[in-house]
C-alpha cells in the first residue's frame, strides 16, 4: 500500500523561506507523477506544483510561479517543494498527491490516487 508523508512546514514571517519533503513508501516513486495542493480554511483544495514521473515536466499555479520550486529524487522517493518569498496569502495545509501515469502531470486533485496527511505552513504578515 502506498503511503505518503510530508514534512517542513511551520510558521515563518513574509518573505521567507520553506522547503516541504514528501517521502512515498510502499512503492517505488518512479512510476507516479507528483502533485502538490493546499488548502486555506474555508475553501477548495488547490492545485500547486506538478511534476512528471521523470521530473522532465513541471507546472505551477500562476500565483506561486517564480517564488515556489517542485523537484523529485527518485533514488530516495521524496518529492520536494522549495517555497521562496512566501506571502501571508500562502497559509494552508499543503498536501502531496501521487497518480501512476505514464506520461505528463495532472493538476486536478481528483485524478490523484494517494494523499499525505498534510503539513501546515503558516507565514505571518
Known amino acids: 500500500q502506498v503511503q505518503l508523508v510530508e514534512s517542513g512546514g511551520g510558521l515563518v514571517q513574509a518573505g521567507g523561506s520553506l522547503r516541504l519533503s514528501c517521502v512515498l513508501s510502499?512503492?517505488?516513486?518512479?512510476?507516479?507523477?507528483m502533485g502538490w495542493f493546499r488548502q486555506a480554511p474555508g475553501q477548495e483544495r488547490q492545485f500547486v506544483a506538478g511534476i512528471s514521473r521523470g521530473g522532465g515536466r513541471t507546472d505551477y499555479a500562476s500565483s506561486v510561479k517564480g517564488r515556489f520550486t517542485i523537484t523529485r529524487d527518485n533514488a530516495k522517493s521524496t518529492v520536494y517543494l522549495q517555497m521562496n518569498n512566501l506571502e501571508p496569502e500562502d497559509t494552508a495545509v499543503y498536501y502531496c498527491?501521487?497518480?501512476?501515469?505514464?506520461?505528463?502531470?495532472?493538476?486536478?486533485?481528483?485524478?490523484?490516487?494517494?494523499w499525505g496527511q498534510g503539513t501546515q505552513v503558516t507565514v505571518s504578515s
Open positions: 510502499g512503492r517505488t516513486l518512479s512510476p507516479y507523477a
Open positions: 498527491a501521487a497518480v501512476d501515469l505514464g506520461y505528463g502531470l495532472v493538476i486536478t486533485s481528483s485524478a490523484y490516487d494517494y
